[in-house]
Structures are given as C-alpha cells and as structure tokens.
DNA sequence: ATTAGCAGTCACCCCTAGCGAGTGCTAATC
DNA sequence: GATTAGCACTCGCTAGGGGTGACTGCTAAT
C-alpha cells in the first residue's frame, strides 16, 4: 500500500462511483459496470488497470478472485472527504426546526432529536449534550420527602433540569429547606455549576467558624446536590431496530454485520457511559466528524461507521449522530446529521 | 387436538422430563433418551406410544419424520403451570433488597430494578410502574424559565418526581411563583394526583368571580402541570442484547426466533406505548403472570415468552419481568421475577 | 399393556460437475 | 505510451446424488 492521496482525476471518478454504487446494491462492483456508467469512454481493461493500481493502494479489495471491487475503510474515507467538501442543505429544516421548539426541557429536547435523527436517517441515532462547564445554575429547590432524605432539583440554563435524592444525617423541616433554598439562590445563582460547587465549598470553609445551623446544612445539600450532574441521562439514543436492516438487507450477507456483531454494539450501547467516552474521544472541534470501520478505536465499533455533528450554543456543546454498517449512506447521512445539528444549536440559542 | 388437561401421571411425567430436558439442550427430544432418563423403566416403544398421543393433545411435536419431539406453546403451557405450583423462593434476596434500597426516586429504582432483573436472568427485562390512581401529591414547586415558560416539578408519593414545561401566556414573577407553589401546596397537597386534578378545577369554577389574578394563574399551573404524568417515563426496559444469545446459541437454529422476529420485537420495544399496552392487557391481578409464545395477542411477540409479576405497596401497582424465547429457562425465570417483584413491594413499602 | 424388531423417513454431510461472472495478462492497435 | 480485444483462469454458487444415522410408526410376540 502506497500513499493513497495522490490520485488522478480518473482514478478518482472510478473511486466514487464504484463506492456509491457499492453502497446502493451492496454487491462488488465490476469492471465492466463500471466501464459502461462512469461516463468516460473506457473499457472494461482500462477500467481493470485503474482498478488494480486502486486496490495496490489499499482502496478496494476483492472478496475473492473472480469478483468485483468493493470499497475498502480507506475507500470510503476518500469517498468521504470527497462529500464534505461539496456539502447539501436538508430542505426540511423548517418543518424538524418547529417540531424541535415544542421540548420543554434539555431532556425533552434530546429525545425528539434522536427520534427524529433516526426517522430521517434510519438508522441508530444519538443525541448527547456531556457534561459541560459552561452550564449555569439557575434555580435549587429542597423537599423533604421522609426523615433522612430531601429531593435536591437543580435547573440550570437550557431548561436542563435535574433530580436527585440525598440521604441526610438528619430531618429538616420544611419552612428550613425552603429558607435554605433561597439562600443558596440568592448567593450562586448564575455561576456554572462547577463553579457553584466550588464557591460552596470555599463558603463551607470561610464560614466553618460561625455556627450557622441552617447555613451549614443548606451549603452541605447544595454541594451533594450539585455533585453529580449524570453523563448518562444525557445521552440518548433510539433507532436501534434500523440496524437490523443492514443484516436482513443482502440476505446472506458476506458483510461482516452479522449477529456477533450487532450483539457487540448493542452491549456498547447499553453501556452508555462507553459510548460516552467512545464520543467525547472523537469530537474535539466543532462540525461534522465521520469515523469509518476500522478507524474506531473500539474493535466493537469496527463493523460500523460513525456520523456525527457537534454543536454549540455557546452555553453548551453537544453532539448528535448515527451509527450504521460500514456500507452506509453517507451523502445522506452527513446531510441528515448536519442539518438536524444546526437546527438544535438555532433552537437552544432561541432559548 | 383434543382436550389438554386429562393426562395420567405417566404422561405428565414424560412431557415435563421433555420439556425440561429441551429447554437445556435445545435439540428435539427422543423417545430412547425419554426411556432411559424419565425414571419410569419403561422401553422407548412405550414412551412413543405415549408421545404420539402427547401429539394427539398438541402438547408436542416433531419437526420433521424422523426427529424427536419439541414442546409446543401448549406444552410449554402445561409445564409452566406445573411449576407455578411448586415455586422456590429466590436465594439472594437480601443483597438485592439492600442494593435496591439505595435509589432515590422511584424512576432511580426502576433503572435499577430492570437492571438487576436483566442480569440476574440473563434475559430482556423491564420495569413499570402504571400511571396510578393512588398516588398523591406530595409537593409543586413553580420555577420560571424564561418570559414565556414555566418549570413545574411534581413530588408524589413513593418518591416519584416528574418535571414539564410549560408555556404560559403571560410573564410570572419569581416571588408571584413561590406563593402560587405555597399556596397549592397548603391546599392539596394528600390528595391523590386525579383528585388533586378534580379539586383545582372545581376551584377555579367556585373563585371565577374572585378576580385574585395570582390565584388563578396558581391553579391553572398547577391544573396544567397535573394533567399528564407521562406513562412512557416509568417504562424502563434493560438487558437487550440478551435476546441475540438466544438466536446465536443453536447454532443454524431452526427456532423461529429470526432476524426477522428480532427486529420486530425490537421495534416493538422501541415503541414503548405498544409495551405499555401490551402488559397493562395482561396483568390484571397481582402476582405471577406467564404468557407463552402464540397465547401473545400481538403477532410479533409469538416467537416470545415473557414472564411477569406485579406488586403492589398498597399506594401504588407495578410490573416487572422478563421476555425471551419461547425456549427460555421457566423455572430460573420465574424464580427471579417473583423474588426481585417482592424486594421492590418491600423496597418499595418500606419508604 | 408392554415390548422387541423392523421397515421407512428425512435431515445432514460430502462429493462432484457445470455454470457464469469477473479477473489478470498479453499481444495487437491507435 | 495509453488503450483495448481476447483468452485462459479462478472461484463462488447451485444442483444433484449417495451414504449415514437418528428417529419414528407399526406389527407381532410376550
């Protein structure tokens, strides 16, 4: 294999079109098709020529001796470089954008838009907004719910509610944890969170000497309470039926989705703070990032390939995408996956 | 296929030997291995006399001429009511019980329940909490979103806390909020969410003329904020890629559960209203529930078994359990349904 | 009622042969 | 020098056939 950038056009043209019609009948391409529809006047020895120097690069493979090409990681990673660069718009913006508008919460939110990812897309979809330092908090609020524990709500900026429940060293009264709530308001409304827990824990400090009672205990329930914003409830992810299709599609499928496979992705799945890590290792910048097969740094992931788009609404950064076969639609995935990504960031700066 | 329920002792001895001993080894079962295994000293010419009139009854039968036999749905029936009536009590109970405890809210102990359950039985399982007449407002708290949005949060009893936005007409101030939450709160707090519901109307019917401007936006929050506790939210389901042991274990298995039937049960997963309906169908009373392949109303569940139990705290009625394939291990099943089923009434009362 | 014995069925495995799609290579052509 | 026609070759796929073994159902003897 050598380097596989420097390509001439032709080869180029071959490349794509024998990737995009290996993606539409998923069947190896043949020399001869590929002769007829590319559109150059070759023939099918010319065709072979290109065909051969294509796979020395390690861009095509042939399953066995007298069969077609089919793409290869890398072949698909050119493909792929090759859309971005001449990017479509989803026309039916409009219409997912206002559907988006009616979720309440940011939870709410992240389940329509992996619903809707996966409709459009059909295929897996996720939406993930991981845990950020640029969330602020906005409103506490205490109840007591028996002896020993009190239900801590937090909602931060983003309409980002959380709940939790504390088990405490002792009961509260009821007219205390609400006094106990507006302190905390009063004091670190619109800090981040992280920051909120840290000027509490230095308050906890400073004020260690004074004996407050109330203020003490109002400081300890913020701090637990603010502890743990869970990565896992914001990720969310449905669809998971679409990946059956690629397994049912070429009956007997010499793809190598079969069920091992698929089990495999679907314990990672389960798993959610594994896909977590697996996403936040991915996106760094903002935009549209493709992982393709072997790419994956998880050997589970290597059947499949990876779309996805992170936004910003300058609050807060999330990330969207789907997960499918290797032999995925990309054009239409990546216009999917971009489209959906901007619509959410414009909905979440509305707010 | 005549009636099922007249058999001698010997015939019940055989079928539930065969079934037993199919549910391990998931190949047909013969007449000689019967013979040798069933205890009764009888030739393997007698054990077909027996199972051809086992087939007779559709309790059993052969895939092809020359193959043993396999349970049918009715079978498996007969077998499984055999054991309802010798039920063991789950072993480890008590570590169960103390790890379930540690949840917060009850949507916290679903999560954790439909965990354990999946793990424990190595199948699919879910949670459920139907939403209930019984349960009783506990505390509302009214935070303001932003000019047009308002987040309601409210505490029932059992630790269930649920959250909505909504949108309003006008702009409410933070202090206007506290009071309007004060003041439902003094009012209704005990009553059931439904009567709750009843009692605001009733309400605002009665203060119409009042004209306390602060007042009525209270009870119209609070009215619209008790309208939906979203039944999708208390459905938690875990342990999916379970299923795909099933179809990977027999090798080139000539069960019915497909790909095909796979997919559709995922789907059937996914829409989790079509769950919810589907078990709020079957369990009616407390305790164990079985339904067994074809005695499923919905065609794609038919490759499938799913083994229930509901409990019940006196304040609130719940479901959980387990689906595999009709092929499943019934006696483990069972036995783990119905422990973690009590641990969460105790769980569960003990709040 | 039970059983031994026997004939019959049928999935499974393995082998073979033929087909056809598609290739690589070579020699002729533009 | 690039392109192409032609040809030999490879190899997956399918169909068919024979052998094997695991069962069964039936019948006649116990």
Request: no cysteine.
């Amino acid at each position: 294999m050598t380097m596989a950038a420097d390509l001439t056009d032709r080869q180029r043209r071959i490349l794509a079109r024998l990737v995009s019609e290996y993606i539409e009948q998923g069947e190896p391409v043949s020399s001869s098709w590929l002769a007829e529809h590319s559109g150059l006047g070759l023939s099918s020895a010319t065709v072979r020529n290109i065909l051969a120097r294509l796979e020395e690069q390690g861009l095509v493979r042939q399953p066995h001796t007298s069969a077609g090409r089919t793409p290869t990681d890398a072949g698909y990673r050119l493909y792929v470089d090759w859309l971005l660069n001449a990017r479509r718009r989803l026309k039916s913006a409009d219409g997912l954008e206002t559907r988006l508008r009616r979720s309440g919460t940011v939870t709410d939110l992240l389940e329509n838009v992996s619903h809707e990812l996966a409709m459009a897309s059909q295929q897996i979809a996720f939406a993930m907004t991981p845990a950020s330092q640029t969330v602020r908090l906005r409103h506490i609020t205490f109840v007591s719910l028996d002896s020993r524990r009190v239900l801590v709500t937090v909602v931060a900026t983003g309409n980002q509610v959380t709940h939790k429940v504390i088990d405490t060293p002792e009961e509260y009264e009821m007219a205390a944890l609400e006094q106990a709530a507006q302190y905390i308001n009063a004091e670190f409304a619109g800090l981040t969170l992280h920051e909120a827990r840290e000027a509490i824990v230095a308050r906890m400090h400073e004020e260690r000497m004074i004996y407050d009672v109330l203020l003490t205990r109002a400081l300890q329930l913020a701090q637990t309470g603010l502890d743990e914003v869970t990565p896992e409830e914001t990720l969310h992810v449905q669809g998971a039926s679409f990946l059956f299709e690629g397994a049912l599609g070429s009956s007997v499928d010499r793809e190598h989705v079969t069920l091992e496979t698929l089990r495999a992705l679907f314990k990672l799945l389960e798993e959610k703070h594994r896909l977590v890590e697996l996403l936040t290792s991915y996106i760094e910048a903002d935009g549209l990032t493709v992982v393709i097969g072997s790419e994956h740094t998880s050997p589970d992931m290597h059947p499949f390939s990876l779309v996805a788009s992170s936004f910003n609404d300058g609050q807060r950064t999330g990330t969207v995408g789907v997960i499918g076969p290797t032999r995925m639609r990309y054009q239409r995935a990546i216009t999917v996956v971009d489209g959906v990504s901007q619509a959410v960031a414009r909905v979440l700066e509305g707010n």
